[in-house]
């Protein structure tokens, strides 16, 4: 039985998670980083998993990294190199695990989004938030780099090079309301129908063709990288190729003939 991470399943085909570790903000420590990896690696083998909401215990999402209390796997300041790589490498699988899940993920954001909290927001393939959640990049507070867990490359393409480094190089609390403007988010509701609205979007993409969605989010990982147009479209005609052949497909084309 996880301790900091509770797993549910609202409707068929939708998983929710839910960092568990309120009375902290849901800050990652060392219990939580091992059973977040655990969880996805089962998510990501589930054949019965359409959708996954990612949130938060309480009124945080997640602090980040519990800087005070992570456990006894964090690396001192004067360890070797090498073990503080190893860290910083267990800390950044945690949002390549996400973004690498086939099932599509919906980060509902139900408070403070900062640190390593926001690198797990950014793998997420849609984002929405409660009115009143704020978002931050701390390591650059820290003295720390501003870019970790994939955040360099995650936010400029969301909301652009230059409000990324605005972001990151200053490590300023962003609103809810600056967060949809950007597009970091694509909705900002009220806190008590957040995790409502976030169900009702996974729940609409697990009734869809499971091939198609996972396809898609695929292509749109690839092509945002995509070199040029002719190269996104060769992905694109294929995966109309693969999924025009399946049942699925057949079966909802009949519905709109």
Known sequence: MAETVEISRPQPGVVALQLNRPQRLNAINEVMRGE?????????????????????????????LDVRDFG??????TAPAIDRMRFQESMAALPQMIRALPQPVIAAVNGPCVGA???????????ICA??????????????????????????????????ADWMLT?????????ERRGLVSEVVDADRL??????????????????????????????DAPDLAVAMELEN????????????????????
């Open 195 to 224: 995790f409502e609205r976030a169900l009702e979007i996974a729940t609409t993409i697990a009734g869809l063709s499971t091939l198609g969605v996972q396809l898609t989010k695929r292509a749109l990982q690839a092509n945002t």
């Open 36 to 64: 977040l990896a655990q969880t996805l690696a089962g998510l990501a083998a589930d054949s019965s998993v359409d959708a996954v909401i990612l949130t938060g215990a309480g009124r945080g999402f997640c602090s980040g």
């Open 171 to 179: 490590g300023r609390t962003v609103s809810a309301e600056e967060a």
């Open 131 to 164: 009115d009143a959640t704020t978002f931050g990049n701390a390591a650059i507070l820290l003295g720390l780099s501003g870019a970790e867990m994939g955040m360099s490359y995650h936010l400029p393409r969301i909301v652009g090079t230059s409000v990324a």
């Open 117 to 127: 909290g926001l690198a797990l927001c950014l793998a997420a393939d849609i984002r």
């Open 72 to 77: 006894p796997g964090i690396p001192a300041a």
């Open 238 to 257: 294929r995966n109309q190729v693969l999924s025009h052949a399946t049942e699925d497909a057949a079966a909802r084309r009949q519905k709109w003939s």
